[in-house]
């Protein structure tokens, strides 16, 4: 470039481990391996001219253990730049690719550069299927190291119908039931499943505290940040995937009220980002490893549910910021592979990825649209107040001396599940086995206190309830609810009152908590009991007008289905979802022929949610925690400008700028030192304030650390020079820095006049962390030349948009 | 504003009908209804202050009727500006919601503004299910009024397995087969089926380019470039609605290989565009309207397929360029609003959303993903042979003098058709039939040809060979194939060939021709007969050991599986859909437990696709036709600059400005006529070139015509001023012409540095028409003013996409 020869600049981009980069270890690996190469410029400041790339002859080595240097890299708890971390993989694309005819290995690393996001994808999905399959949730007393599957395979002495209930496996919550046979053994059975409930709890929170605070709660909020471009060091490490994955087995079987869906995705995304770390492309690209973890969320999703589609559809809809086609194809290819592996594997025990599979197929009827829209409306309300109530208790804990003692908070929560939840059969057992039963619809042979129907004749006089049991004669289609179901309709509604309270108090709390099974559990309960309303309505008025469609021989009303439709419309009241909510139900219960029930009460539930509330429940956990998240779903509705915005503002003082040449390097440290700017815009000269380029303040500083350890002579009164051309260095005094590398010479610039909802549409789309506002010039007097007024952070733009809305902009915590 | 009172620069936005905007006309208007409202001002250029709206007293009547003049609108042919557009309805909304206060009246308005989406969406919903269904396809003998479905529930001698077979129900087609039976009447048939052809695809051709040329082809490539941003005025107009509809079913009744699914979502698409005319915010604003046709495009393959699923992903994934999650929940409301509408019109006739309803649900071995991938291969070539044969073809149609006869063409093709189609069974029955023919397996009672396999022992010990009959005897899960399997094997290779040739040449006539169809039928049929081959593979071979899973007594090969998977593969293969497609699949089959071949076929044929040609049928047509498309899918993998892209070139005589003051109408008139550029920067001299803004060519043709009718005194002397302070008016002279109200003040300007794979984004998902670019500056002399340099447009983009990759860049034909 030029001959001075100690112009280091020329550091790459390069991204960063789990751990915080430490500078001074960097520098010392720049003396080993002294980085020439310049392709990789590419890196923060676009190389200027066009031919540049031409005389790029860097070697294989060090094209694939380049970023050495933190230059290009983030600061924990900052915001990307999607737009330079694409245009850095772009760069380094097209190196590889030009350099594909040289030799077979620069072929070979081509062709290989071109199938590792492929690659990448079918061990994610093969890698994650078998972990998250692998939990130990309860031990085979035929042999420990049997899984369910295999443990009721091997004793042959069960039916398919009772696969459940195969006698040789116990969930870790069931081991010590039934030591005791019994009258009196009901208190012994009591206490121990308390003990054993608040043993398994303890063990989860104190484990979490003491190895990987980031493995609590759901971890879909702080995704979906991550996602967004936000860097926390360490949320998807292997210890937090050790440490969840362990801790999720003991809170769900400590009999909390919590699903293990949501930490699932958390455990497919740790899974996502450790592999990333096998292949350069993803490991030293942010932007390429979002869209790895994109892709691991729907992996998570298909493995949870066994819904594949449903799986790409919640990546895409619920968790994902920029989801390209190409990541689309990607994702399905990897929830291919995982549901593939799933299906081998085959932990349901029915060969079909079918989580909670339904068995009827009776055809709904154009009334039962009615209580379909009831249930969605019921869906959308629980969700808003589910919403609203949690959020309160996670402000009260965040702000009161309640979260000082997790551990203690996780005990008495459990303590109160365990005692309340163990005298109702609803409530004790687990949650997805509570979903089960109220999906299911009473079959001849089901002994279920729920298909406790009296057999009956036309004329209805009642009779012969036969208790517990099943009704063999006159068809499954006239049914009158028996004791054991008016039994079953109290014990649900105090389990729906008692699910409600308790979840809302469990989310949020020290141990891995999903929200997926327990809302559904509650949408259930309520679809059933609206069910049995409904088919008894129907039994006891079949001469109503409106009730004629029923009286042919077909059965009329499923409680089933309502009850699906309940899990349904609770689960899109408390997350927002729709179109994957309704693709994961019908893949999870196999229904296709529900589908409009479904998207009605779904609609009916978001509806009538947003209606009380705009934000789902992960948007309000990420606003409560204070992450730079700019929602993509909601308009910007203001009519301010860009100048109102930008910093610095009128009162402030003019924004801190530097120049491209005469600065010195201890002007500059005292410039760095001074401010908390996260970049600076480099001018000309600090008269015209004519924009060159932009520095970042990380770059900066990294870049003058290392030219002070490596290059010699540099002392405080060294210039800092930003120009191409070095000749204008003073001779005599001490050699001068050049970072001309590191400057961003395209940084976007908007005009102060621009509107605010086309800012905000400018960052979200393009994924910008900062944006430069210049004049528009026309308004002040001629010949003036079009200024650098300030600069527009994605920071900015939150609290603007929190102060919009009357919120505390302080709120926002993180650039 | 100011109080010279002549400066009607207040012209607002709003979108034009279908016709062209004739400008004596609207001019006319503007002498009856001058607009004052201040607010309307939002369109083409934002305004500055802060506070302007507040004096915004704008009449209702204003606000319905705005946009009579054509400022802010656009030419046919010509592509829009997104950003623009989406900042005017913002605009808008902002206006209705803050007076939402004011009035009862006003209150209404915002709550009718806020539910017209939803209200637009059912109407769309309702209306295309109901107008796509009602295609009449045949007639019914009891009766010419009734639809399928009714004819054949009256008829009650039909079982619900035979109701394809109704004998009360012909289509056009058959209405004259049969008429005469006996030996000696085959050729009494052959010669009728051949002149209804003949009769029905002359009358399609003939309607088609009398009354509406844009009814004709599959419209799904010119409706995905609508839906990036470009006007084609009448595309979807209510001729092309009214005639596609009338054609389609002439075409298809004709016989001719041609599908009714692509063009079933240009005739949704159609009525969507009518009833975007109801609301004001969707008739006037391109972007808004755009989102509308994206939900009506899902529309129509929810109702074409009964898919609403994979009616939203297709939309998604296929057609739409601007998706917001806010259009995907409308796109699903409206899709289920059209399936439930389906579903009480119930034209299947077996109260299940399902076209090719499979029956089997015999679960699939692990081995056969081979056979499967194998499937997805032959997909993937067979796609790529037909991308390519069809663009020879339609290449030469274009260039030769084969363009010039349509009609000849469309009669030869359908002769040869019929003359071909006829002697073959399957190729004599029509597509879908054909395809649910190939996807149904062999039950007991089935009497086709395809299951006419002989009853065998465990031996092999062949014999009792039943014809056209059913095999009653050892289960079905050991068979050999009979004599009719194999006559149907030589008559479905026969089919294969011939579709697959026929196919090329009919998909680009000028009929309403679709492809899905058509492509299905092939995969199926290669499907189906490597499923026989399989199967009988199995049956003779049952002792190899890999094949030891299949000696139980379940049923090991289903070769209607393999038919529908070969579909999927011939499909995904000229498609290049993945999701969407295996969506569509299973809600159009049933077969959710197919999900995880049907991802591999999809997945390998795409891949394989993929590797023989980037793009897409419909990609290749768009192409063929020189629409301004900019892909969304492929990355710019080229190191160009912006100043190697932007007009005018070094070579080139310099950029044609305006400046704010200083010219004559006269001067700015000829500057129009002598270039032809679609809009001009305004800068404050010719010396500086300092930019104030841009304006669009077409308003200021505009806005000087209404100046000229409008406004006493202007002459060819007045002057025509872009300053804000009209103060600095000769006195004496004449009247100035104010056209401020015409700059957007805040065009985006890139440096002329950056990186042109950037810039590609910034164009694709800002949806930007044109972009100014500045100099960097830094490389010249100090204090030296960031200079205008040039512009780049979306054609200049792809100009430069064609040129380096070595395509003609004059193939791009529209701006």
Known sequence: MDNSGFCNDDYSG???DDDLVDLSATAQDLLEDPPDDEWNRGGPGYTPGGGRGQNGTAKLLDLLDDGLHGVGTYDDFNTIDWMKEKSKDRDRHREIYKKKNQSVL???????????????????GLMSAHWLTDLKEGVCLNGFWFNHEHCCWNSKDTTFQERDKCPHWKSWAELTLGVSEGASAYVV??????????LFSYLAVILVRAFAP???????????????????????????????????????SSGLSLGKEGPLVHVACCCGNIFCHLFTKYRKNEAKRREVLSAASAVGVSVAFGAPVGGVL????????????????????????????????NPFGNSQLVLFYVEFHTPWHLLELVPFVLLGIFGGLWGAFFIRANMAWCRRRKNTRLGRYPVLEVALVTLATALLAFPNDYTRMSGSHLISELFNDCSLLDSSQLCDYT?????????A????????????????AGPGVYTAIWQLALALVFKTLITVVTFGMKVPSGLFIPSMAVGAIAGRLLGIGMEQLVFYNHDWPIFKGCSSSTKCITPGLYAMLGAAACLGGVTRMTVSLVVIMFELTGGLEYIVPLMAATMTSKWVADALGREGIYEAHIRLNGYPFLEPKEEFKHKTLAMDVMRPRCSDPPLSVLTQSGMSVDQVEALISDTSYSGFPVVVSQETQRLVGFVLRRDLVISIENARRMQEGIVGASQVLFTEHTSAQPYGGPPPVCLRGIIDLSPLAITDHTPMDITVDIFRKLGLRQCLVTQNGVFF????????LGIITKKDILKHMAQMTNRDPESILFN
Chains 1, 2 share one sequence.
Not at 106 to 123: C, H, I, K, R, T
Not at 189 to 198: E, I
């Open 214 to 252: 980031y493995a609590c709660g759901s971890g879909i909020p702080e995704i979906k940040t991550i996602l967004s471009g936000f860097i926390i060091r360490g949320y998807l490490g292997k210890w937090t995937l050790l440490i969840k994955t362990i801790t999720l087995v003991l809170a769900v």
């Open 106 to 124: 620069d072929l070979l690393l081509s062709v290989s550069d071109a199938f590792s996001g492929w690659l990448l994808m079918l061990l994610i």
């Open 189 to 198: 059975n009591y206490l121990l499943y308390v003990s054993w409930a608040l």
């Open 14 to 16: 390069g991204s960063s």
């Open 781 to 788: 007097l001629l010949y003036l030349c079009r200024r650098l």
């Open 455 to 463: 057999s009956q004749g036309k004329g209805g006089a009642g009779n």
């Open 465 to 480: 309830s036969l208790s517990y049991g099943a009704n063999f004669s006159s068809g499954l289609s006239e049914r009158a």
């Open 314 to 345: 919640f990546s895409l809809e619920e968790v994902s910021y920029y989801f390209p086609l190409k990541t689309m194809w990607r994702s399905f290819f990897a929830a291919l592979v995982a549901a593939f592996t799933l299906r081998s594997i």
